[in-house]
């Protein structure tokens, strides 16, 4: 398992825990509204509880404040990614799924293999490829989490065979994903 959050740039982060949070809110300002409405029925409905319908009125009450207090107090962590590498007979593979369905998650091999691609999803726009070592006990997951690497590669391979003006200095060279260091080093 890995962190989703650990492969995100800063402001990718930032974008992703709003969102996150802005569907958070609005599902629990559901819930709170809910559980307002059967305390304002409950109420309604029992003038002077006492016994067991004062206990329930209590327990109505606490689910209000429970909830509020949920609201308040969420911390995102983002989502835990599952990683599963096997060997098809020819190589190493691996598959990364945010919700444990592995149904519609590729399964990659080593990017200088295979040259293969996944993206993580709609809400977080970022592609990734693999790289798998040590006979599967290690999936490296590679983003590219600043655009400071793409626009050097472009300048390196860019290779327009209509327009020559318009060529990097290797045109046509291949590129391939690297992640040097990682994000202990902030």
């Not at 109420?43 to 509880?49: G, H, L, R, S, V």
Request: charge should be negative.
């Amino acid at each position: 398992m890995k962190q989703a959050f650990e492969l995100f740039d800063g402001d990718l982060v930032k974008r992703v825990k709003a969102e996150r949070a802005a569907a958070w809110d609005e599902t629990q300002r559901g819930y709170v509204a809910e559980a307002r409405r059967a305390l304002a029925d409950f109420d309604a409905a029992n003038a002077k509880p006492e016994g067991e319908l004062l206990r329930q009125r209590k327990e109505l009450e606490e689910r209000i404040t429970q909830l509020t207090a949920l609201q308040k107090e969420r911390e995102d962590y983002g989502v835990l990614l599952d990683v599963v590498a096997w060997h098809d007979g020819a190589r190493w593979r691996a598959a990364v799924s945010a919700d444990g369905d592995f149904s519609q998650s590729p399964a990659l091999a080593n990017f200088a293999a295979e040259r293969q691609w996944a993206s993580l999803g709609e809400l977080e726009q970022m592609n990734y490829c693999i790289n798998v070592y040590d006979e599967g006990s290690v999936v490296s997951v590679v983003c590219d989490i600043s655009s400071h690497g793409t626009h050097v590669a472009g300048i390196a391979a860019a290779c327009h065979p209509n327009e020559p003006d318009r060529n990097g200095v290797a045109p046509g060279a291949q590129i391939v994903a690297l992640k040097i260091g990682d994000t202990r080093l902030d």
